[in-house]
């Protein structure tokens, strides 16, 4: 099973950006397909953006096409999340997951594998 730990959160103005990392350890990293979530307060979490295990496949959700970027570097044994065009509406408690299939894609009880979470916070 693969630890996953997040980092990279902050405080930004709207419309600032922020990158997001993930580190994997325990596992072999490059077996797993990686996926970003969110969860803001009073809400239930939501898929954000996955990649396929080389990373040629991306997939996002609609409310951050275009302003969010999702990557992975196997040899580190890490994933990103490049955030640009920040709204305040994307301020949550932003996850990174792993799980071992690519279908279905946006599922959460898909993903096996969690980390602890990090705060993103995008003032008006």
């Known amino acids: 099973q693969v630890q996953l730990v997040e980092s990279g959160g902050g405080l930004v103005q709207a419309g600032g950006s922020l990158r997001l990392s993930c580190a994997a350890s325990?596992?072999?990293?490059?077996?797993?397909?990686m996926g970003w979530f969110r969860q803001a307060p009073g809400k239930e979490r939501e898929f954000v953006a996955a990649?396929?295990?080389?990373?040629?496949?991306?997939y996002y959700a609609d409310s951050v096409k275009g302003r969010f970027t999702i990557s992975r570097d196997n040899a580190k044994n890490m994933m990103y999340l490049q955030m640009n065009s920040l709204r305040p509406e994307d301020t949550a408690i932003y996850y990174c997951?792993?799980?071992?299939?690519?279908?279905?894609?946006?599922?959460?009880?898909?993903?096996?594998?969690w980390g602890q979470g990090t705060q993103v916070t995008v003032s008006s």
């Open positions: 997951a792993a799980k071992p299939h690519w279908f279905p894609i946006t599922r959460t009880d898909d993903y096996v594998n």
């Open positions: 325990g596992g072999t990293f490059i077996n797993y397909i």
């Open positions: 990649l396929t295990r080389s990373g040629s496949r991306t």
